[in-house]
DNA sequence: CAGAGCCCCTGGCGGC
DNA sequence: TGCCGCCAGGGGCTCT
C-alpha cells in the first residue's frame, strides 16, 4: 500500500506527535511483526522501555523513529545511536492513539507513553514490521541496501539514469527496485510512466539517457504532487496518523483506471502484468 | 552482480 | 451457503 508520499505523510504525523515522548511500555501481539529483529519479541519489548523518542527519519518507504536513553545532557547524536525502524508492508499503518479506544482487530503492536497516550500498528496482512537497528550516518545500518529517494541530498539523478541504462528488465519492473532509487511502488511508478509516455514494458537499456532522466523527473514531480495533498487513499487501508484519508487518487491519470479514457488522448486505458504486478498505461501515447 | 522465481499474509470480490 | 480463483500501495531469500 503505501509509498513515499504516504509513508512521509505517516511519519509527519508520528514525528509530531511523539517526539520527546518517553516510551512506558512496548508491547507486541504478533511474532511476525518484529521478525527481523533476531533475539526475539522479549528482547524488543525490554529494549524500548524508558527510551524518549528524539526524532524520525525515512527513506524511501522505511521510516524510523529516533531513541535515547533520556538521561540529561547525553542525548546520542543525531549521527548515531539507536533507531525504531518501521515498515509498512503493503497494509500497515501507525495511529497516534489518545482516547483509550478499544483495540483494532489487526492490532499487531503498541508504544505505551508515559503520558498515557499511545501509538498504535496495525497491519492487516502482517508484511509490515518493526525493527531496532543501530543508526550510521543518520541512517539505520540494516537499511544499507536501499537506495536514497528523489528527495535525499545523496540522490544523483544522472548516475541513477545511467544506472538504468545498463538494466536489461523492464523499466515498470526496474522502478519498483528499491536498490538505486527507492520510494516509487506500484501506483507512481504506473503513474511515471503516463507522464513520460513510456510503456512499461520497455526495458531500461532501451532509453535514451536524456529519457531516463525525463522518467525521474517525472517520479520526483508525481511524489511531491502527492505528497502535497497527503498521498493517495483507496479505502481504509491507508489513512495517516490521526486517520485522515489522502486526496491524490483523484489526481491519478492511470493507476486503477483500466476501460476508463486516457487524460491526454482520450483512449482506453489497459491493463497488464508486469513483474506479477498490474501495470496500467495508455496503449496509444505511452511508446 | 543482475535477474528470475519463489515465499511470506489477510481479506474482499465475483463466478459457479 | 460454500468453494475457488483472482486481486491488493510491500520486500526478502535463494539460486543461476
Known amino acids: 500500500m503505501p509509498e513515499l508520499p504516504e509513508v512521509e505523510t505517516v511519519r509527519r504525523g508520528v514525528d509530531e506527535a511523539f517526539r520527546g515522548g518517553l516510551i512506558r511500555a512496548a508491547e507486541v501481539y504478533n511474532p511476525r511483526t518484529v521478525r527481523r529483529?533476531?533475539?526475539?519479541?522479549?528482547?524488543?519489548?525490554?529494549?524500548?522501555?524508558?527510551?524518549?523518542?528524539?526524532?524520525?527519519?525515512?527513506?524511501?518507504?522505511?521510516?524510523?523513529?529516533?531513541?535515547?536513553?533520556?538521561?540529561?545532557?547525553?542525548?546520542?547524536?543525531?549521527?548515531?545511536?539507536?533507531?525504531?525502524?518501521?515498515?509498512?508492508?503493503?497494509?500497515?499503518?501507525?495511529h497516534v492513539v489518545t482516547d483509550g479506544r478499544e483495540a483494532h482487530k489487526h492490532l499487531r503492536g503498541r508504544l505505551r507513553f508515559a503520558d498515557e497516550r499511545e501509538l498504535w500498528f496495525i497491519d492487516q496482512r502482517t508484511f509490515g514490521y518493526w525493527d531496532l537497528a543501530e543508526l550510521e550516518d543518520a541512517v539505520p545500518k540494516t537499511m544499507a541496501h536501499i537506495a536514497p529517494d528523489v528527495f535525499e541530498a545523496q540522490f544523483?539523478?544522472?548516475?541513477a539514469a545511467e544506472r538504468l541504462l545498463r538494466r536489461t528488465i523492464e523499466v515498470k519492473k526496474a522502478l519498483l527496485d528499491q536498490t538505486w532509487i527507492s520510494g516509487v511502488g506500484?501506483?507512481?511508478?504506473?503513474?511515471?510512466?503516463?507522464?513520460?509516455?513510456?510503456?512499461?514494458?520497455?526495458?531500461?537499456?532501451?532509453?535514451?539517457?536524456?529519457?531516463?532522466?525525463?522518467?525521474?523527473?517525472?517520479?520526483?514531480?508525481?511524489?511531491?504532487?502527492?505528497?502535497?495533498?497527503?498521498?493517495?487513499?483507496?479505502?481504509?487501508?491507508?489513512?495517516?496518523?490521526?486517520?485522515?484519508?489522502g486526496y491524490f487518487a483523484r489526481e491519478l491519470a492511470v493507476y486503477g483506471r483500466a476501460g476508463q479514457p486516457c487524460k491526454r488522448c482520450g483512449t482506453a486505458i489497459k491493463r497488464e502484468v508486469i513483474g506479477d504486478r498490474s501495470a496500467h498505461y495508455c496503449p496509444k501515447c505511452q511508446r
Open 37 to 94: 529483529h533476531v533475539t526475539g519479541i522479549d528482547d524488543f519489548q525490554l529494549s524500548l522501555k524508558g527510551l524518549q523518542v528524539t526524532g524520525s527519519g525515512r527513506r524511501g518507504k522505511f521510516m524510523w523513529l529516533t531513541l535515547a536513553e533520556p538521561v540529561d545532557g547525553s542525548q546520542a547524536s543525531p549521527q548515531g545511536g539507536r533507531a525504531l525502524v518501521c515498515h509498512l508492508g503493503m497494509s500497515g499503518q501507525l
Open 156 to 159: 544523483d539523478a544522472t548516475l
Open 186 to 245: 506500484n501506483i507512481y511508478a504506473d503513474e511515471a510512466l503516463w507522464r513520460a509516455r513510456l510503456r512499461g514494458r520497455r526495458s531500461g537499456d532501451s532509453l535514451s539517457k536524456r529519457k531516463a532522466l525525463e522518467l525521474l523527473g517525472h517520479v520526483k514531480d508525481v511524489l511531491t504532487e502527492s505528497l502535497a495533498v497527503g498521498g493517495t487513499s483507496f479505502d481504509e487501508l491507508y489513512v495517516d496518523a490521526r486517520g485522515e484519508a
